[in-house]
């Protein structure tokens, strides 16, 4: 079955670090691959998304690029803020237009210091 | 997008009882979602709800433990039934989006049970 695999947290830098985090999945077909983040106290809201290798996904200064050759998905932001301090939850559904079908990763939590 | 509500926010019941979660959406959606997310870990979906059917439940969860009503498109409960300290746990419902081939998810209700 699919599956999606994340580095384990928690993971703590300091205001503008870089930082990644991996994800790496394990599907049959093409899947679309995606980045929630969960922001204390919140729901779980789409960050990012790609649909077909080597696609980037970018918004908010984060990015992740659809790698088919090594099935990873790593999220990456050049210099993290305070607020990016959050839990980010990687995930794939199967095929394109198959969104009720999300697996999630065990998600990474980020905390951010000044 | 979505705009997707729940209730109660939190809540802490004793074992035994019963809590019944609300979902709202401000548009019609045929699909409707309910995960649950235990500490620590990822999401689980728990089942489907599609109005007018019957929700189908995931692999590990029954309907007598979880009973689903969908009476309109753009509402829906999640029972938690005789409820047990492993039932702690957010409970979050989600919609999917076939526009963005992703899901848009609620704040979550945060249920303890001692």
């Known amino acids: 079955g699919n599956s999606v695999t994340q580095m384990e947290g928690p993971v703590t830098l300091s205001e503008e670090a870089f930082l990644t985090i991996n994800c790496t999945y394990t599907?049959?077909?093409?899947?679309?691959l995606f980045w929630y983040v969960q922001y204390p106290g919140e729901g779980l809201q789409l960050l990012l998304k790609?649909?077909?290798?080597?696609d980037k996904g970018s918004n908010k200064g984060f990015e992740a690029t659809y790698r088919k050759e090594t099935t990873s998905f790593h999220l990456e932001k050049g210099s993290v803020q305070v607020s990016d301090s959050a839990v980010y939850f990687c995930?794939?559904?199967?095929?394109?237009?198959?969104?009720?079908?999300?697996?999630f990763g065990t998600g990474t939590r980020l905390q951010v210091t000044l | 997008s979505a705009v997707i509500s729940q209730k109660p926010s939190r809540d802490i019941c004793q074992r035994g009882t019963s809590l019944t979660i609300q979902c709202q959406v401000d548009?019609?959606?045929?699909?409707m979602f309910w995960y649950r997310q235990q500490p620590g870990q990822s999401l689980t979906l728990i089942a489907t709800?599609?109005?007018?059917?019957?929700?189908?439940?995931e692999s590990g969860f029954v309907i007598d433990k979880f009973p689903i009503s969908r009476p309109n498109l753009t509402f829906s409960t999640l029972t938690v039934s005789n409820m047990s300290p492993e039932d702690s746990s957010i409970y979050l419902c989600?919609?999917?989006?076939?526009?963005?081939?992703?899901?848009?998810f609620g704040p979550g209700t945060r249920l303890t049970v001692l």
């Open positions: 989600s919609v999917p989006d076939w526009a963005t081939d992703t899901q848009y």
């Open positions: 599907a049959t077909g093409y899947p679309s």
């Open positions: 790609a649909t077909k290798a080597d």
């Open positions: 995930a794939l559904s199967p095929r394109s237009g198959t969104a009720s079908k999300l697996t």
């Open positions: 548009s019609q959606v045929t699909m």
């Open positions: 709800a599609n109005q007018g059917s019957e929700a189908t439940y």
